[in-house]
Structure formats: structure tokens, C-alpha cells
């Protein structure tokens, strides 16, 4: 089992940054791909961001591509998401995720990843 607690969001003007944090326990986070996921209400959810932490691979959805970063520090266990030039339709409940086994693809598929946090919520005002 994995626990994941996600952190960070808030609120912030269009243009701003934010970083999201997603703290892992139960497991390290060293040969799992972790993906960042974000949902509107009345949407589905949507995958933005995905790495391999097993060498650094990441992949972006074309909708945050050139604004959206991920990183670990596996040392805290925890993954990030850093944000800038934030835009209100980045307004969403944004979840981290992680795939069951290791050494996995990196996917946009909600049904691939496992192990979700309880999201966090990032408000983004014009």
C-alpha cells in the first residue's frame, strides 16, 4: 500500500506560480512512475504530467506543456508540480497518482494509476 498527501495549492492571480507537493508513504517512491491529474467539477479528471522515477522521463499534456514541471526528491519521498504562468482554466482539484508496479509507463489514464492523495485545490483568479 501507498499513501499519498498532496499540498500546496491555494489561491493566485493569472500569471502566477504555485508548487504542488505530494508527500508518499507506505512505499519509496524510487522505481514508480507518479503522474499529476487535475478535475473540474462536472469534468473528467485530466492527466497533465508524468514521470518515471527511474531515470527521469516525463511527459506533459500539451495543455500545460512549457508551464508545468515535475520533479522527486527521493529523499523526502515526494514528487512535485511546479506551475507558472498560471491561467484560470488551470483552476481545478489537482491529484498526484501513482501505478501499482514498478518500472511502469508513463500514461494519461486515470484507470492505470493505483494510488491517488486526496487532492488539493488551485484557484486561479483573472
Known amino acids: 500500500q501507498m499513501r499519498l498527501v498532496e499540498s500546496g495549492g491555494g489561491m493566485v492571480q493569472a500569471g502566477g506560480s504555485l508548487r504542488l507537493s505530494c508527500v508518499a508513504s507506505?512505499?519509496?517512491?524510487?522505481?514508480?512512475?507518479i503522474g499529476w491529474f487535475r478535475q473540474v467539477p462536472g469534468k473528467e479528471r485530466e492527466g497533465i504530467s508524468c514521470?518515471?522515477?527511474?531515470?527521469?522521463?516525463?511527459k506533459y499534456a500539451d495543455s500545460v506543456k512549457g508551464r508545468v514541471t515535475t520533479s522527486t526528491d527521493n529523499a523526502k519521498n515526494t514528487v512535485y508540480l511546479d506551475m507558472t504562468n498560471l491561467e484560470p482554466e488551470d483552476t481545478a482539484v489537482y491529484y498526484c497518482?501513482?501505478?501499482?508496479?514498478?518500472?511502469?509507463?508513463?500514461?494519461?489514464?486515470?484507470?492505470?494509476?493505483?494510488?491517488w492523495g486526496q487532492g488539493t485545490q488551485v484557484t486561479v483568479s483573472s
Open positions: 514521470i518515471k522515477n527511474f531515470g527521469g522521463t516525463t
Open positions: 507506505g512505499r519509496p517512491l524510487d522505481y514508480y512512475t
Open positions: 497518482a501513482v501505478r501499482r508496479n514498478i518500472y511502469s509507463d508513463c500514461t494519461f489514464s486515470v484507470s492505470e494509476f493505483d494510488y
